[in-house]
């Protein structure tokens, strides 16, 4: 039996190799790939008509674009909104509406590699990049002209630069996470989970619990940060773009949510605590709190639809990519003859 593998550290710590940084282009090229095929595809999706009133409606006035839900988290309407004015997209065809979602949701997969990278070896993040490349759910809000994929890509970026600063307080990744951070509560509801994740995972990697102690203020911090949605829908704020949603739409079975992720994704996710060293404690407590967020919010009577959680489709991800490289390593070590 073979000793097992050293320990990489995280990609940044040790440098990207050429060889990994091309193969992070080609996941990258993949994606964009995936994401074009049939983009131009006539659909019945609630979500791209409410976006398509929202750009084209007036932007004052009693019955105007920030008299309605939709003004209140703004920035992608009215950045789709002036490319549309500037002639930069062409009014015809859903294919061009679709097109600054698609950059949005494959811009999103390199961005995945770069913030895993700085928790986790290279092979991790070039695998959690690769699962992003070809989810199905992923890919479908990239191929939705709706807010939730680049509220998603703004969390991402926030979280790149708050662990880009760790160590030494860096003022300006700092700002740039804090700027990425408002972009995507701007964007979309879901944003404000992103910020939720990004506290929970501070609290637990600038406080690890040690001692019961701490660790029940360590769980009460976390508890106390996901129950902050709840806690503005209960006060009349949140959710910010309160939208009168059908039955379907409202709330989404529990186990809608299980299914959306894939299951092999889940499962290896849950698995990540046993065999993961050291164990992820920051990203499981960011999908936790963000779950939990949802879950306090539908019961206190919010409207939650299921693409709202998509942004916990990222710290999934990376849990499932560091689980199944452990196991793989594990299955190497304990394998007679070289290593394959």
Same mark, same amino acid.
């Given at each position: 039996m073979?000793?097992p593998e050293?320990?990489?550290?995280?990609a940044?710590?040790?440098?990207?190799?050429?060889?990994?940084?091309?193969l992070?282009?080609?996941?990258?090229?993949?994606?964009?790939?995936v994401?074009?095929?049939?983009?131009?595809?006539?659909?019945?999706?609630?979500?791209?008509v409410a976006t398509?009133?929202?750009?084209?409606?007036?932007l004052?006035g009693?019955?105007? *674009?920030?008299?309605?839900?939709?003004?209140?988290?703004?920035?992608?309407?009215?950045g789709?909104?002036w490319?549309?004015?500037?002639?930069?997209?062409?009014?015809?065809?859903?294919?061009?509406?679709?097109?600054?979602?698609?950059?949005a949701?494959?811009?999103?997969?390199?961005?995945?590699a770069?913030?895993?990278?700085?928790v986790?070896?290279?092979?991790?993040?070039?695998?959690?990049?690769?699962?992003?490349?070809?989810?199905p759910?992923?890919?479908?809000?990239?191929?939705?002209?709706?807010p939730p994929?680049?509220?998603?890509? *703004?969390?991402?970026?926030?979280?790149?630069?708050a662990?880009a600063?760790r160590g030494?307080?860096?003022?300006?990744?700092?700002?740039?996470?804090?700027?990425?951070a408002?972009?995507a509560?701007?964007?979309?509801r879901?944003?404000?989970?992103?910020v939720?994740?990004?506290?929970?995972?501070?609290?637990?990697?600038?406080w690890?619990?040690?001692?019961?102690?701490r660790?029940a203020?360590?769980?009460?911090a976390?508890?106390?940060?996901?129950?902050?949605?709840?806690?503005?829908?209960?006060?009349?704020?949140?959710?910010?773009?309160?939208?009168?949603?059908?039955?379907a739409?409202?709330?989404?079975?529990?186990?809608s949510?299980?299914l959306?992720?894939?299951?092999?994704?889940?499962?290896?996710?849950?698995?990540?605590?046993?065999?993961?060293?050291p164990?992820?404690?920051?990203?499981?407590s960011a999908a936790?709190?963000?779950?939990?967020a *949802?879950a306090a919010a539908?019961a206190?009577?919010?409207?939650?639809?299921?693409?709202?959680?998509?942004v916990?489709?990222l710290?999934?991800l990376?849990?499932?990519?560091?689980?199944?490289?452990?196991v793989?390593a594990?299955?190497r070590?304990?394998?007679?003859?070289?290593a394959?």
């Amino acid at each position: 039996m073979r000793a097992p593998e050293p320990i990489r550290p995280p990609a940044t710590s040790a440098g990207w190799h050429t060889g990994e940084l091309w193969l992070l282009f080609g996941i990258t090229l993949v994606a964009l790939v995936v994401r074009l095929v049939r983009v131009e595809q006539w659909s019945m999706a609630a979500a791209e008509v409410a976006t398509w009133q929202a750009v084209t409606m007036p932007l004052h006035g009693e019955h105007g *674009f920030f008299a309605s839900a939709a003004g209140q988290q703004p920035l992608v309407h009215l950045g789709l909104r002036w490319l549309l004015d500037a002639g930069v997209l062409p009014f015809h065809g859903e294919g061009w509406l679709r097109l600054p979602f698609v950059f949005a949701g494959t811009i999103t997969v390199p961005l995945l590699a770069l913030a895993a990278g700085l928790v986790a070896p290279a092979r991790t993040a070039l695998l959690a990049a690769g699962l992003l490349a070809v989810h199905p759910w992923h890919l479908a809000i990239s191929q939705m002209a709706a807010p939730p994929v680049v509220a998603v890509a *703004f969390a991402l970026l926030a979280a790149t630069a708050a662990l880009a600063a760790r160590g030494r307080w860096r003022r300006g990744r700092l700002l740039v996470a804090v700027l990425a951070a408002a972009l995507a509560c701007g964007s979309d509801r879901s944003g404000l989970a992103a910020v939720l994740m990004l506290v929970a995972g501070g609290l637990s990697s600038a406080w690890p619990p040690a001692g019961w102690g701490r660790r029940a203020l360590w769980v009460a911090a976390l508890l106390a940060t996901a129950a902050v949605p709840a806690g503005l829908h209960a006060a009349g704020v949140w959710p910010f773009a309160i939208v009168a949603a059908d039955a379907a739409d409202a709330v989404p079975p529990w186990w809608s949510f299980v299914l959306a992720p894939c299951a092999p994704v889940v499962l290896l996710a849950l698995l990540a605590p046993w065999v993961v060293r050291p164990r992820p404690v920051a990203l499981l407590s960011a999908a936790a709190v963000a779950i939990g967020a *949802f879950a306090a919010a539908a019961a206190t009577g919010a409207a939650i639809a299921l693409d709202d959680l998509a942004v916990v489709l990222l710290p999934l991800l990376v849990l499932a990519a560091a689980a199944a490289a452990s196991v793989a390593a594990k299955v190497r070590a304990a394998a007679p003859g070289p290593a394959t």
